[in-house]
């Protein structure tokens, strides 16, 4: 099992230099008045597993305003292989994230899935079934990065492809073999995403109906989308050849629109409360934030199953729009988890059933004191 036994932050946010430690599996709680730095700590931990982090910001985002050298976050990662050294922070040669291990430079940030995974959950993520498709697709992707960290490289390559391809077609002389080897690449890298959209979906929705977690409602969910419906009823290489001919046949339409017509791009997830047979988005304020920790419960233990340790769940004011019952019965379920827990909330009152449990830091004008 990995967890964090210490966390450094430098130019990050609202920190000039920060070491929050030391820390140890179980809970963690960070307190204080809202724009104390709480949400900071928590970002900062999230960017130690691939991705852009809970805020999806950009490198240069993150800097410390005013700070003349780049920001940093570095950590000490125990491990059932002994402690393990992380950090990741802004290249200023490149303007892009550089990552080390042990003090080696590594390429790319798959690496630091090897070592820990993230779930998280925000205040933000509360209109996940309220917004558009994108911010749901989004949300499964990153479900899918905590379980294969390649997932992040197939993503990248449909895009990066993607864009080439609709800047060909806007120029208005593309060169048909090169749009044929984009298209390609976009139909190999798009059904190897849905794919593992609909076998993570799949499991996931198996531990929805199998884990015992009473105090939120059962979940029904379903990845869907042109592609993912293909897939089940023909093979890869056929759904590929048939996606490759959308992509010739929708050349003239994307020309003028960008993007492509189809594609994993505009796949979507549904979410349902499976007593009601209502779909999340007609559900109450109160039904959909239980059943988004639901979801988030479920994937933990997912990973729990399939790696032998739970992730770092990292729960972002988690607590206060729960009743007190549902709060207790969230924080049995998740000390029943097992694994790093990081929570954070305004009075530490919300967190009395964690007292003499939990770690606790009160943050207050960007400083963390243990108390």
């Not at 900062?44 to 950009?58: D, E, F, N």
Request: proline share 4%.
């Amino acid at each position: 099992m990995s967890f964090i036994s210490s966390l450094g932050l430098t130019h990050f946010r609202c920190y000039t230099r920060s070491i929050v430690g030391p820390l140890s599996e179980g809970f963690t709680v960070f307190y204080g008045v809202n724009g104390a730095g709480k949400t900071n700590i928590l970002e900062a931990a999230s960017l130690l597993s691939p991705g852009r982090g809970l805020r999806r910001a950009r490198g240069t985002e993150i800097l410390q305003r005013g700070a003349q050298a780049p920001w940093a976050v570095s950590a000490v990662l125990q491990t059932s292989y002994g402690p393990v050294r992380v950090g990741t922070g802004l290249d200023s040669r490149s303007d892009k994230r550089a990552v080390r291990i042990n003090g080696a430079d590594v390429r790319g940030q798959s690496a630091l899935g090897e070592h820990l995974s993230c779930v998280w959950l925000t205040p933000q993520m509360d209109r996940l079934f309220l917004d558009s498709s994108s911010q749901r697709r989004r949300f499964l992707d990153r479900l899918v990065f905590a379980f294969d960290p390649g997932h992040s490289g197939r993503v990248s390559r449909y895009e990066n492809a993607m864009r080439q391809r609709s800047r060909l077609l806007q120029g208005g002389k593309a060169d048909p073999a090169w749009l044929g080897g984009l298209e390609a690449q976009m139909a190999e890298a798009g059904v190897a995403i849905a794919a593992a959209r609909l076998e993570f979906a799949g499991r996931l929705q198996a531990v929805c109906g199998r884990h015992d977690i009473s105090a939120f409602p059962k979940v029904r969910l379903a990845a869907h989308g042109t592609l993912e419906e293909l897939l089940a009823e023909a093979p890869a290489l056929e759904v590929e050849e048939l996606f490759k001919y959308q992509l010739r046949q929708s050349r003239g339409v994307d020309m003028l629109t960008g993007g492509a017509a189809t594609g994993p791009h505009k796949a979507d997830l549904h979410v349902f409360m499976a007593d009601k047979d209502m779909a999340a988005a007609y559900c109450s304020t109160g039904e959909q934030k239980a059943l988004l920790l639901a979801v988030i419960l479920a994937h933990a233990h997912l990973i729990k199953a399939e790696r032998g340790a739970p992730p770092l769940l990292l729960l972002d004011e988690v607590a206060a729009h729960l009743d007190e019952d549902r709060r207790v019965a969230l924080y049995g379920l998740l000390g029943d988890l097992g694994g790093q827990v990081w929570l954070t909330g305004t009075d530490r009152g919300l967190f009395a059933a964690l007292e003499g449990k939990a770690q606790f830091f009160e943050v207050y004008e960007a400083k963390i004191k243990p108390v």
